[in-house]
């Protein structure tokens, strides 16, 4: 199911972007996992991260974060300047969401408490409270495993719960780290359609780290692939799939997508 064929959108080359890095550089113990990195991601747009196990991925999510500060290069978020600001103001300021690959969620509370527990942390507004629990169980169809814990819940559910706590605090960009992993391929086509629809919808700026690759290029709008700590490709999914230096790094001449 290529949704993306179905749900093209606007150009975003008139957009300020929400969040950019700019010849980012990062290594650990003296192995360099990013060099000379430079992304952006724009109001309403899906962007992809895509690359082998270890190829940088989520070292480029935990940078816009702020769990880790890069060794050389800018991290913005807009017209500001943010590459030394903590994790705490990045999350406040400027409204991230964080999807991890597990977890991210009380095993041990309901979808409903997990909901109330996340919601009494970031909405000030307590009469407010109720109401957006109630919108985030009926748009991601929770109501009928509500009362059921977390732990019980499938993997599909348990996905939806965790976006649903991520949009508790109203993001602008939302990061979503595996999010097609050991899924079935029906429950991969709901979160395609759930992500097309909160870009739609919501206007966030939205990046998926992944490393299926058919998975991932049938909802979004430009991916990237990372290999050998850089940058080797970048363009829409059709781009891509024509790219040569795409094909021997990470596809292979044969790929397609439906």
Do not use: W
């Amino acid at each position: 199911m290529a949704i993306i064929k179905k749900f093209r959108i606007k150009s975003f080359k008139k957009a300020k972007p929400l969040v950019s890095l700019k010849d980012v550089s990062i290594s650990f113990e003296k192995r360099m996992i990013l060099d000379n990195i430079s992304l952006k991601i724009n109001p309403g747009e899906i962007l992809g991260l895509l690359g082998p196990n270890g190829a940088g991925k989520s070292t480029i999510f935990n940078i816009i974060m702020g769990i880790l500060k890069p060794d050389k290069g800018i991290v913005s978020f807009g017209e500001k300047e943010a590459t030394n600001f903590p994790i705490y103001q990045r999350a406040r300021e400027f409204k991230i969401g964080y999807v991890p690959q597990y977890g991210g969620y009380f095993a041990d509370l309901t979808t409903y408490e997990n909901l109330k527990a996340i919601a009494e942390i970031l909405i000030k507004d307590e009469r407010l409270i109720n109401s957006k629990i109630e919108f985030l169980i009926s748009k991601f169809e929770l109501d009928y495993v509500k009362n059921i814990k977390a732990s019980f819940l499938s993997g599909g559910q348990k996905k939806k719960l965790v976006i649903s706590l991520a949009l508790l605090g109203d993001p602008k960009i939302l990061l979503l780290d595996e999010c097609f992993a050991a899924l079935d391929v029906l429950t991969i086509q709901m979160l395609q359609k759930i992500i097309v629809s909160l870009q739609m919808e919501n206007n966030i700026g939205i990046i998926i780290c992944d490393h299926q690759a058919r998975d991932l290029l049938s909802c979004v709008d430009v991916a990237l692939i990372l290999s050998n700590c850089k940058i080797i490709a970048k363009g829409t999914p059709k781009e891509l799939i024509n790219n040569p230096l795409a094909q021997d790094a990470y596809f292979g001449e044969t790929f397609k997508i439906n």
